[in-house]
């Protein structure tokens, strides 16, 4: 079927000429805002998002996200499944941390491009799957994890033309698998395995550290 189309008012690829200005404007990243969640619940299931991310005082931290502009954070439960999240000002999907802030991100058979930034940012207290999911293009790390105990789980996603084509880990980690992404590596920050906890790497997997990391 058709997908939902979330995008610009200049985007006359979709819909028409909706500002009645001919070929005079094009649509660009920061179009528009956000899809804000205060204590709810996104589910995007063959949907096009694209052109949000605005860059300013005013801005929110992702073109899906529960952080506002003064860094206000809220619970939120998203589930993205064939989707595609494209040409953003800002992360595809950014959620950020706050005392007594939780929820989680489901992101499946998805496409993540051209975004400003990380092509996904979650932190602290937010459990996460990724699966069967394409990163490209973006500016930064296709995703950035501080996990601090959050659960994360990653599978059969691959990445290509992203400025560093990682995945980034850092903080504590709970019982953790990781498997092999494609051409995506792992590389590793600040990481604690606390006493009683397992991190296992499966054959394949590839992880690089800098000057900076170190895993204890």
Request: a negative charge.
């Amino acid at each position: 079927g058709n997908p939902v189309v979330f995008t610009s008012y200049k985007d006359d690829s979709v819909g028409g000429d909706t500002n009645a200005d001919g070929i005079a404007s094009l649509p660009a990243k920061g179009d528009w805002n956000a899809i804000y969640v205060t204590n709810g619940i996104v589910n995007l299931d063959y949907a096009i998002l694209r052109y949000a991310g605005v860059v300013g005082s005013n801005a929110y931290m992702g073109a899906i996200t529960q952080t506002s502009c003064c860094w206000t954070n809220y619970n939120a439960t998203i589930s993205i499944n064939h989707s595609t999240l494209s040409d953003n000002g800002k992360p595809a999907v950014y959620l950020g941390y706050g005392t007594g802030i939780s929820g989680t991100l489901s992101l499946l058979n998805s496409t993540i491009q051209n975004n400003t930034g990380n092509g996904i940012q979650v932190n602290q207290g937010f459990a996460v799957t990724i699966e069967n999911s394409t990163f490209s293009g973006n500016t930064n790390y296709a995703g950035y994890f501080p996990l601090y105990g959050n659960n994360l789980s990653l599978s059969g996603n691959q990445g290509s033309g992203n400025l560093h084509n990682a995945i980034y880990l850092d903080g504590t980690v709970n019982d953790i698998t990781l498997a092999p992404q494609g051409s995506l590596v792992y590389q590793f920050g600040y990481i604690t395995i606390p006493a009683g906890k397992t991190m296992t790497l499966q054959p394949g997997a590839i992880v690089k550290l800098d000057s900076g990391a170190l895993l204890s």
